[in-house]
């Protein structure tokens, strides 16, 4: 019996039978049925895997029919993905490829709406997908008057009014009334009184300057006679000392007993001086009282003068000899002068801490000789006849010798660090009461 191939049904003969041509012949005609249909199935198949080929982005070379190299070389043309993410830049979850054609899957965190506040310091912003709907929070009460002078808060500077007042200590009283002021974030208002302008004048006791607020065109009044010539001497008046001597009161002193002969008084603060002539003694007398406190034995040659100044009073002993005492009539010095040839002492002045000598040449006057208390010579002025009636009386003020002549003439001597220099000025016939006026036209 005949056998048959699975697939097309072709005539198998069997060992045992003889070749048969139309058996051959209808294997013949299916065979070539079958390739026919085969070609035309591989042509469409080919169209189809070229038309896939390019739908995929790839090209295939040549025209149709293609061969299977141009197809295979077509589906090695297809890009199998594009990109360059990976795993962490996609969302967790979602599947993507990159350039590898490999399938993969994102890791990103969804990180939903974020909301931050703002702090002092930074905060960081976590890592992952923020799906628009986060926010960083805002604060209306961000604004430039609530914010303190020199700061800067997020780009918004403060206020120049805005300051810190907790370190302040003001208090009311310490505010000119009315005025307003912040002292720890509290409105203060002021209660100090303003005085304005306060005009004082002084007196003898303190005088209170009212408490308050002065505007600074107060003063405390000035008087152009507060100077030391015009406050007694020893007295301090709003710290200028006093220089004017005080002219006590004296009280009368007589002494009308006929053994008693007197003649030059020097005269003090406190006391005065006069010469007994009869008991040849210089007496000390309280000024105020009259009272008798010293009586010292003197015993001049001759002449009886005396002077007061510096505190010293000089008597003259003898034609040469000056005795020096303090104010208690204690000797201090006894200057002998050694210079003087034929003239002799006619009064003396003590200034400048030194001994002014007006010399007496044969009753009259020749010049005035300057020495130290030891009877050294300083300094000497002489003069000729026309000029030596000038030297009577003379007495001592502003370092200056001023001297009465008998004929009412006065003469200046200024008394300098080398000696004595004559003026040079000289009234002629004026009555010896003039002194006072020309002292002061004078300008001594």
């Known amino acids: 019996m005949a056998k048959y191939t699975p697939n097309y049904q072709l005539k198998k003969p069997e060992g045992n039978e003889n070749y048969n041509v139309e058996d051959q012949n209808g294997n013949m005609d299916i065979i070539d049925s079958k390739l026919a249909e085969l070609f035309t199935s591989v042509g ?13 982005g790839g090209t295939v070379a040549g025209t149709s029919p293609h061969s299977f190299q141009e197809l295979v070389n077509g589906v090695n043309s297809i890009v199998k993905g594009q ?15 990159n350039s590898d054609g490999t399938l993969r899957t994102g890791t990103m965190p969804n ?52 300051v ?22 509290t409105r203060i208002t002021g209660t100090m009184p303003n005085k304005g302008a306060v005009t004082i004048t002084p007196g003898a006791t303190d005088q209170a300057i009212p408490a308050g607020y002065h505007s600074g065109s107060g ?20 710290g200028v000392s006093g220089t004017s001597p005080e002219y006590k009161k004296m009280t009368p002193y007589h002494d009308n007993t006929n053994a008693n002969t007197y003649r030059t008084t020097c005269i003090t603060d ?36 005396g002077f007061y100044g510096e505190g010293l009073i000089a008597l003259v002993k003898d034609r040469y000899v000056v005795d020096i005492y303090d104010e208690s009539l204690s000797l201090l010095h006894r200057v002998t002068l050694s210079t003087l040839s034929s003239k002799e002492i006619g009064d003396v002045i003590v200034a400048n801490g030194a001994l002014y000598v007006v010399l007496n040449d044969n009753g009259r006057y020749w010049g005035i000789n300057k020495y130290d208390y030891s009877g050294n010579l300083l300094g000497t002025y002489s003069f000729g006849p026309s000029d030596s ?10 370092n200056n010798i001023i001297s009465t002549g008998n004929n009412g003439t006065i003469s200046v001597f200024r008394m300098d660090s080398n000696g004595i220099n004559y003026s040079g000025y000289t009234l002629e016939n004026q009555s010896t009461m003039i002194i006072s006026a020309f002292i002061n036209d004078y300008q001594l």
């Open 44 to 56: 469409n198949g080919k169209n189809q895997v070229k038309t896939a080929i390019i739908a995929k």
């Open 83 to 97: 990109g360059n993410a990976i795993e962490s830049q996609v969302l967790e979850g979602v599947t993507f490829s």
């Open 111 to 162: 990180n939903g709406a974020v909301n931050i506040t703002p702090r002092t310091t930074d905060q960081t912003i976590v890592a992952g997908y923020h799906n628009g709907s986060g926010k960083v929070i805002g604060d209306a009460d961000l604004v430039s008057a609530n914010i303190k002078a020199g700061a800067n808060i997020f780009g918004v500077a403060g206020k120049p009014s805005v």
């Open 164 to 185: 810190d007042t907790a370190d302040a200590t003001a208090v009311a009283a310490k505010i000119l009334a009315g005025d307003t002021a912040y002292v720890n974030g």
């Open 219 to 238: 003063k405390v009044i000035g008087d152009p006679d507060l100077i030391p010539v015009n406050i007694k001497k020893g007295v301090s008046i709003f």
């Open 270 to 305: 406190d006391h005065f001086y006069c010469l007994n002539t009869s008991l040849r003694t210089v007496r000390k007398h309280d000024r105020r009282t009259g009272t008798l406190l010293k009586d010292t034995y003197y015993n001049p040659y001759s002449w009886y003068r």
């Open 389 to 398: 009636s000038s030297l009577m009386h003379p007495i001592l003020y502003k």
